[in-house]
């Protein structure tokens, strides 16, 4: 198909071509047709492109406007310079409208259709791309360039797309005017998922934070109650990128109105001589309903599309876990062996010698004090966990050295920052081994195999904040072609130790635990389990669980971690009602020394016993979860709802509640309810809309079925 092309000097002819049909369907839509752009004079709108659940509209400055046709037609809020760069500190913003075409596509995605205008601002000339493809209508595709005609050279300081107002809709007033979904990792560990209000400020930069903290999956969400906004990029490997987040207050929209800001940009110090071109990464927008479950699905639904593909875990990977965490540092051989049949007894079906049983962080020798058989100790401590019914699983800490261990002392093996100085791991007083130095990965893999085929275990836990992202490396050892060499060798390190950990053992499980920061969707690929992750509070368990869901699949192996992290420490309902794996890291009084607050009691033996029964008759964590189903931010109660067998799982939190709750997602037809914990009956139900009368505390686990 021939694209149409539509210049500032054919304004006026093109505005004669129109029929008044067009005008009046224009005026009353706020879309132009799907088939061409619309090119209005004298008005803000000049071009515009339309699908079944999105459209953007440019103006005459090339600001644009995102409209959302889903539940109606919701528009996100007013123009905006949603795509420029700064030069020399100063923001290039208002670009005058030179053409508009649009043509029919057929790419990675599938066909679809591209509407590309371009524009001109003192002499920097704007490329914008806009492409929505058929088989993903509620995602548009946006592509940028700019072109230097100023005849000198320009430096480029950051790119920015994708810079979007969100509006408090005028209809209701929900408080607070936003929930989002934030992809920033950050030494006080924040919520993911959280209300935003007037004043709030959240860069989200996916680069370092911290010495030790950063990374991130590259998506924002921002939603209100009726519409969802998310941007990210799609590219394979990490990026330096910002997705900051800003919430103002917004007057001209009446009583508690309110104003999101979001974007995506990176900082590039490029160069650009005249006629030279940048091209920005792509970028896109999701519009949705509901929570950030729908947008992270969609992101990962694209990026498999795009050839991403998720290794599946072991079936053992959702038996419940035991860990000698709670032994600390100070664990013995006989404190595990002595806790092996009691966590079997238990319900539970993994055991995991964590950190304590090595010489020191980045020495990986079995301490002879702990282990004097060395070697044949951890043979005999597998092979007794295996004798228990228990999997075994080692905890590590890979790229992490500690400084007075020889490993350390290897300079030539250590990220570097500008200035020359050793990255530190602040937890461990450790240095950052590289990544992507060749000598670091064969020591990996060496270590691996160690582990794997040597010792026996058939799981590793990988633990720290610091797998989550690396930060540039500059140690001139390397030879990196460019610092960043680093931060795109991350994942590539996870696919090393999943594969060669697969070698000697096919079902092998790999657990990640980057210690509260938000994962990285990158390397997740290439682990098996990841975990709530040292959670703060029962709420970051659910929280954290419908984004894994949503990050993996609904079926992912999720471990909501040790109970003993919950709220209370007695919190198994947060992690079975979200579909989690449930853990523990109890202690044998008998055994030595260990905290108290973990130590087995009766009650505490009771309490285990019932909610791992609940967990292995339920066996939610293999479910579909039905994230599409509740809001997390506007719901309330929050919400859960898993499909097994047949059934609908439904999870209710709240401090408490008396009234009437929705059970959403039944089939038409009668149905039994019945508390999933007791067994009693809650009576008759009548689907697909669902109504259950009832009060509880803290939470209700649900299970409805056909009559």
């Not at 600390?328 to 806790?339: K, N």
């Not at 044998?588 to 609940?614: C, H, I, M, N, Q």
């Amino acid at each position: 198909m021939r694209p149409r092309r539509t210049s500032r000097s054919a304004l006026v002819a093109c505005l004669f071509s129109f029929t008044c049909t067009f005008i009046f369907t224009l005026a009353g839509s706020g879309l132009a047709p799907a088939a061409e752009p619309a090119i209005v004079v004298g008005t803000r709108l000049i071009a515009a492109i339309a699908g079944p659940a999105i459209a953007i509209e440019f103006d005459q400055r090339l600001q644009t406007r995102l409209r959302a046709k889903l539940a109606g037609d919701a528009t996100a809020a007013d123009f905006a310079p949603s795509e420029l760069i700064v030069v020399r500190g100063r923001e290039v913003v208002d670009f005058a409208f030179e053409t508009a075409n649009e043509e029919k596509v057929d790419g990675e995605f599938g066909p679809g259709r591209r509407l590309t205008v371009r524009g001109l601002s003192a002499g920097i000339g704007k490329e914008v791309a806009i492409t929505l493809p058929d088989a993903v209508p509620s995602v548009a595709f946006v592509d940028v360039s700019y072109t230097n005609f100023t005849g000198a050279n320009l430096t480029i300081d950051r790119w920015v797309n994708r810079r979007l107002l969100v509006g408090k809709p005028r209809a209701g007033r929900a408080e607070p005017p936003f929930w989002a979904y934030l992809p920033g990792s950050y030494q006080n560990r924040p919520d993911w998922v959280r209300p935003l209000r007037p004043s709030f400020r959240q860069r989200n930069f996916l680069g370092m934070n911290a010495s030790d903290y950063g990374g991130g999956t590259p998506v924002l969400d921002v939603w209100r109650p009726d519409l969802g906004i998310a941007i990210g990029h799609l590219d394979r490997s990490p990026r330096l990128v910002a997705l900051p987040v800003a919430v103002d207050r917004d007057r001209s929209a009446g009583p508690g109105g309110a104003r999101a800001t979001l974007s995506i940009e990176e900082t590039i110090d490029r160069l650009l001589a005249p006629l030279d071109r940048f091209v920005a990464p792509r970028t896109f927008t999701v519009v949705h309903t509901g929570d950030h479950f729908a947008a992270l699905t969609q992101y990962r639904r694209l990026m498999e599309r795009s050839g991403v593909r998720f290794s599946q875990p072991p079936a053992d990977a959702y038996r419940p876990i035991w860990c000698g965490w709670g032994y600390e540092r100070g664990v013995t051989l006989a404190q595990m062996h002595g806790t092996l049949a009691k966590a079997a007894a238990l319900g539970f079906g993994w055991a995991v010698l964590d950190d304590g049983w090595q010489t020191a962080v980045g020495d990986w020798s079995v301490d002879a004090k702990k282990f004097p058989r060395g070697a044949a100790d951890m043979k005999a401590l597998t092979a007794a966990m295996r004798d228990a019914d228990l999997r075994p699983m080692l905890w590590w800490a890979p790229l992490a050295a500690a400084k007075r261990t020889s490993l350390a002392s290897k300079r030539d093996w250590l990220v570097l920052d500008a200035a020359g100085k050793p990255v530190t791991i602040s937890w461990w007083d450790a240095y950052l081994l590289c990544p992507a130095h060749e000598p670091v990965r064969a020591a990996t893999a060496e270590l691996v195999d160690r582990f794997v085929r040597d010792w026996g275990w058939q799981g590793l836990k990988l633990d720290g904040q610091h797998l989550n992202a690396a930060p540039p490396c500059h140690n001139p050892a390397h030879r990196h072609t460019t610092p960043n060499a680093s931060v795109v060798a991350m994942p590539e390190l996870f696919r090393l130790i999943h594969d060669t950990a697969r070698r000697s053992a096919p079902q092998a499980l790999i657990e990640l635990c980057p210690c509260g920061t938000a994962y990285s969707f990158h390397s997740l690929p290439f682990a098996h389990m990841p975990a709530a992750s040292d959670p703060e509070s029962s709420w970051q368990i659910r929280h954290k669980g419908k984004t894994m869901k949503a990050l993996l699949g609904p079926s992912a192996a999720y471990f909501g971690d040790h109970v003993e992290l919950s709220q209370g420490g007695r919190d198994f309902a947060s992690t079975i009602g979200v579909g989690g794996i449930p853990g523990s890291q109890f202690t044998l009084p008998g055994l030595g020394r260990s905290p108290r607050r973990y130590r087995l009691t009766p009650d505490k033996e009771r309490l285990f016993r019932g909610w791992l029964a609940v967990y292995d008759r339920l066996r939610l964590a293999e479910g579909t979860y039905r994230g599409d189903l509740y809001d997390l931010g506007f719901d309330r109660p929050e919400a859960h709802a898993i499909e097994k067998g047949g059934r609908m799982h439904y999870a209710f939190f709240a401090p408490t509640f008396a009234g009437t709750l929705d059970l959403r997602g039944l089939p038409a037809g009668s149905h039994r309810a019945r508390d999933a914990v007791t067994g009693r009956d809650l009576g008759p139900i009548e689907g697909p809309n669902g109504r259950l009368k009832i009060a509880f505390k803290q939470h209700l686990l649900v299970i409805v079925e056909p009559r």
